[in-house]
């Protein structure tokens, strides 16, 4: 059973650079879509952006400025990196899995990591 | 990017059925899934593709979908069940999700 466990900075400043990475356990990392996802205090979530093994990636038209995900195939990890911050971005943020075959007919995300709540404050 | 509309709160007495909705016009080509979040936790799938569940969802938990209406059904809603669902499917620019609802078991 895949399992995702993800890390990173949890405190930035305004104008620095996010960066989060999340690891995949247990299954192929191939066929599917890695991705971030995120969730401001008190809100709902919000895609950031996917990425498959190839590389190949899509984002939230929103973000796509600030946003870059990239993977590394030798250690089945994908990262997310997100520029600029600002109090805007404090989130709690979230990698999952969604297979490339079933995002055909809409797709659905499972797993997912724990969470990572990152705070953007001066 | 489309979007996918939720109510933002429903109640359902303990035991009673209770639906929720999410439209959007992504759906008339796209599944809905759903999931359900409690607070402090990550969401967990509930439903997926034209109605299943994964493994451990209990049977009280049901989808269907009607041109741009995709719905989540609890059948005999339990304490437990209260929580916050979301729904989400792919669009023209990547994926979208509903902006929640949160259902209070009464």
């Known amino acids: 059973q895949v399992q995702l466990q993800q890390w990173g900075a949890g405190l930035l400043k305004p104008s620095e650079t996010l960066s989060l990475t999340c690891a995949v356990y247990g299954g192929s990392f191939s066929g599917y879509y890695w991705s971030w996802i995120r969730q401001p205090p008190g809100k709902g979530l919000e895609w950031i952006g996917e990425?498959?093994?190839?590389?190949?990636?899509n984002y939230n038209p929103s973000l796509k400025s600030r946003v870059t995900i990239s993977v590394d195939t030798s250690k089945n990890q994908f990262s997310l990196k997100l520029s600029s911050v600002t109090a805007a971005d404090t989130a709690v943020y979230y990698c999952?899995?969604?297979?490339?075959?079933?995002?055909?007919?809409?797709?659905?995300?499972?797993?997912w990591g724990q969470g990572t709540l990152v705070t953007v404050s001066s | 990017s489309s979007e996918l509309t939720q109510d933002p709160a429903v109640s359902v007495a303990l035991g009673q059925t209770v639906r929720i909705t999410c439209q959007g016009d992504s759906l008339r080509s796209y599944y809905a899934s759903w999931y359900q979040q409690k607070p402090g936790q990550a969401p967990v799938l509930v439903i997926y593709g034209k109605n299943n569940r994964p493994s451990g969802i209990p049977d009280r938990f049901s989808g269907s979908s009607s041109g741009n209406t995709a719905s989540l059904t609890i059948t005999g809603a339990q304490a437990e069940d209260e929580a916050d669902y979301y729904c989400?499917?792919?669009?023209?620019?990547?994926?979208?999700f509903g902006g929640g609802t949160k259902l209070t078991v009464l």
């Open positions: 999952a899995s969604m297979g490339i075959a079933a995002a055909g007919t809409g797709g659905w995300f499972d797993p």
């Open positions: 990425i498959n093994h190839s590389g190949s990636t």
């Open positions: 989400n499917s792919r669009d023209s620019s990547g994926v979208v």
